[in-house]
C-alpha cells in the first residue's frame, strides 16, 4: 500500500520553513507525483495572525499579517499541473477554541469558508474540506464547533470532508495515556455526532507505541466504519520521542507504520507531510534518503 | 531597505558550528557583499574560557581554552578584502557581570580592549567596537559597566560604538513580558546613561510579537534619537517560539520584520547572523533558499 | 593521535536516523577507513523492542518490531570488506535493569549472546564485545550484570570486551556534578569488580567541563592501568550543552579533546559517532566541514 497523500504545511505551529517559493514548490509536487501522491490537503489556511491568502473577512475581524504570495492559489495551480486533488484546511484562531469561545471559532470561520468558496470554489483540483482543529476526545462545545463547520462548507462545496485527530498515546503523554477502552469510549460518541457531515477521518498514528498501535488502529477503523467514515490513517512521516521535534523518521519506523495501517484494513495512506520529512527537496538531507528508502520499497512492490 | 550588517558569532552560547576555516569564511564574505553587506560585527571576542584569539590579558587571570587560528585576524582580513567595516565585540565572562560582580568584567575588559587596540587597532577594516553585554533593563552596575568601556574604548580607538539589546517580549518571556511603557521607561533611563558614549543601538526585534513590532519600534527610535544615538534594528535572520532553537526564519517573517524597520525609521539594518541563517554556505539548507528569496526580493527593488 | 575507532548506532535513543541502506553504509566506511578508523563498535544490538537482527531468543521472550534488513551482517560485511575489526554490543532493554530487574537483564542476555556466537561468532571481523549498559557509579546490581555478562562472552569467544562509561559531570549534571574524588572512589570499586573480565574501557569526555578534563582524564587512565584494563578515550564528536541535542562539535572542540586525551596517555581514541557528527554523508552538513577539518589535522600530522 502507498502514501497516497499529503499535508501542505505552510502555516505551522513548529515545523520550520524549507523558504520555498513557486519554482520549489514545483519541484516538489512532481516529487509527490513520482512516488503516487494524488492528494495535498492544506493543513490550515491560517492560524493566529498568519494566513496563506489575504482575507478580507479575517482581516476585518483580526489583526493579520500579510500573505505575500497566495499560496492556495500556489496549491491549487500545482495540483491541477500534477491532476491531484487539493483538500482545503480551514482557519485556527490558536485562541478562542481553547479558550471556551468555540462560537467565536464557528463565526470567523463560517464567514471565512464563504469567501473561500466564493474564491477559490470553482477550481478544478478544489476536491475536499479539511477540519483543521485537532482533537483527542469528546468536548461538547469543540465536537459541535467542527459538527457545525463541517455541515456549513458541505453546504457550500459539496465535496468530502476530512478530520485528523491525534490520540492520547504514550509516547507523547505518558504521565496520563489513554487506554484503548476509553479511547473507543470517546470516539464512539464523537464520531456519533460527526458520522453524518465527516466523510473521512485519518488518525494520526505517532503518538501511541508501535506495539499498540495494531489495537488503536483496529478501534480507529471500525468505529470510522460503523459511523459511516472512510478510514484512512496519517502515516506520519517524522519522528517523534527525540530530543530534536521534529526530524525524518527512521525509515524501519515508516514501513512498520505503513504495514500496521495496511493490514489495519484503511483505505488510503496520507502522511504529515511530505516536504520537510519525505521529500528530494527538503532542508533535512535525511528526507532525501528517506524518500530513496520509500521509492525502493514501491518499486519492489 | 537592505540588510547592510551581520554579526559574526564565532564564540557562541548556542549555535551549533558551520566548522569552517579561511577558505569557507572567504567564500562566505563574498557572499555576503553580494547582497551588499558593508559591516560585519564580532559579536565577542571571548566568552568564559574560549577566546577567538590567543589573548595575554585573559590567559593572565583565567584559565582560556586554546584558539587554533586568530579568528580576529582572519575577519579582519576578509574584511579589508571585501571592503567592509569591522565592528570589535569584546569579552563577555559570562559570570562576574551575572553575580554581582561587575567591577571584575570592566577590569578584565579594560586590559584586554588595550591589548586589543595595540594588537588589532591599525587594521584598515578596524571600524567599530561592540558592546557584548545584552541587557533589556536598567540595572546600575551593569549599565555603569557598559559606560565605562563604552568610554574607554573610544579613548583608545575613536570609532562609533555599537550595542544591541533585547526586549523583555512576549515570544520569549510569555509568563511575564514588560509593557511598552515599562519598556520605554527603562531604556529612556539607560540611554540618558549611556547616550554620550555609545553611538548606535540595533535593538533585537525578535522577541515580541509580530503585531507589537511596530510599537516598539517607534519607542525605539524616538529615544535613540532623543539621547543622540543612531537607531539601527537588529533583524533577526532565525526563527524564535519553535520547537528547535534556533533554525532559518520563514522569509515572510523576515520580510516583515524588514519592512516595519524601515516604516519605523531606523538607519541601517543588521542581522544575526548571516552565516548560519542566510548564506548560502550555511549548514542549514533552508538558509540557502532564504538567501535566494532575499535575494529576489532586493533584485525586484 | 587518529582517533581510530567509532561507534556505529542505528538502535538509537536520542538521534536521529540518517535512512541508510547497503550502498550508504559501504561508502561510509570507506570514508572511516581513508582518515583510519579500523575499528566500528555497534553500540547496541537492541534496545526495548527494537533490534539489528531477527532474534529467536528475543522474539520469544519479548514482544520485538521487525528488522528488514540485518545490519549485524551489514556491518560484519562492510567491516571485513575494509578490513576493520568489529565489535557486538549486546541488548538493552531499556527496562529491567532500571526497575530493579538485572536479572532479567542478565537473563535476556545470556541467550542473547549465545545466539549471537552461533551466528556471527566465526565472522572473520568479529573482534570483540561491547558492554552496552552505561554506568557512571558503583551500584551492586549493575556492576554485577556487567561482571556477568562480560565473563559470559569471553567464554562464547574469547575477544576484548569493552565499556564506555560516563562521567555525572558539570556540563550534563550541573545541579549536583560529582567531584573527581568521588568519581575515583567509585570507580576503583567498579574497576576492582570489573577488571579480571573487562578489557578495555573508553570513557566518554563529553559531560565534564573542557577545564576538567585533564583531572579526569588522568583518573581514568591511572584506574584503568592499576586494574589491568586499556584505557581508550571517547572523544565524543556531538556538540554538548547547546539547545539543539546533538549536532556535530565544533572542530576546536574535538580538537581540544583529542589533544587532552593523547596528553593523558591513552592507547586509543575512538568516537561516537563518526556517521552522524564527522561522515562527509552525514545528514548534517557540518559534519562535512567537520571531516574536512579534520582531515587537515591529521594530515598536517
Known amino acids: 500500500m502507498k502514501i497516497t497523500g499529503t499535508f501542505l504545511d505552510e502555516i505551522t505551529h513548529d515545523i520550520p520553513s524549507n523558504n520555498w517559493d513557486v519554482e520549489e514548490w514545483a519541484a516538489d509536487f512532481d516529487a509527490m507525483r513520482a512516488v503516487g501522491i494524488d492528494t495535498v490537503i492544506l493543513i490550515r489556511a491560517g492560524y493566529r495572525d498568519r494566513v496563506t491568502f489575504n482575507s478580507e473577512t479575517l482581516s476585518r475581524e483580526l489583526v493579520m499579517r500579510p500573505a505575500y504570495i497566495d499560496l492556495v492559489d500556489l496549491f491549487l495551480t500545482q495540483a491541477e499541473r500534477t491532476g491531484m486533488t487539493f483538500y482545503f484546511g480551514i482557519y485556527d484562531s490558536g485562541r478562542f477554541w481553547h479558550q471556551g469561545q468555540p462560537e467565536k471559532e464557528v463565526e470567523l470561520n463560517l464567514r471565512f469558508t464563504e469567501e473561500v468558496a466564493r474564491k477559490y470554489g470553482d477550481r478544478k483540483a478544489f476536491g475536499g474540506w479539511y477540519m483543521t482543529h485537532e482533537i483527542h476526545e469528546h468536548d461538547e462545545g469543540v465536537t459541535r464547533l467542527i459538527e457545525r463547520l463541517a455541515r456549513h462548507v458541505k453546504g457550500l462545496k459539496d465535496v468530502p470532508v476530512l478530520m485528523s485527530p491525534y490520540v492520547r498515546g504514550r509516547k507523547q503523554f505518558d504521565d496520563n495515556p489513554i487506554t484503548p477502552e476509553e479511547h473507543e469510549a470517546q470516539w464512539d460518541e464523537i464520531l456519533s455526532i460527526l458520522g453524518g457531515f465527516v466523510d473521512t477521518i485519518a488518525f494520526q498514528d505517532g503518538q501511541v507505541e508501535f506495539a499498540e498501535l495494531p489495537v488503536f488502529m483496529e478501534i480507529n477503523t471500525r468505529l470510522a466504519r460503523k459511523h459511516g467514515l472512510q478510514p484512512w490513517s496519517n502515516v506520519e512521516s517524522f519522528e ?32 504529515f507531510e511530505f516536504s ?5 527537496n527538503s532542508m533535512w538531507p535525511s528526507a532525501r534518503t528517506l524518500y530513496k528508502r520509500y521509492q525502493e520499497y514501491i518499486d519492489r512492490g
Not at 520537510?276 to 528530494?280: E, T, V, Y
Request: charged fraction near 25%; glycine fraction near 8%.
Open 240 to 271: 517523534r520521542g527525540m530530543p530534536l521535534n521534529f526530524l525524518p523518521i527512521d525509515w524501519r519506523n515508516l514501513r512498520n507504520k505503513i504495514e500496521v495501517a495496511e493490514a489495519g484494513g484503511v483505505e488510503k495512506l496520507i502522511t
Open 276 to 280: 520537510h520529512f519525505m521529500s528530494p
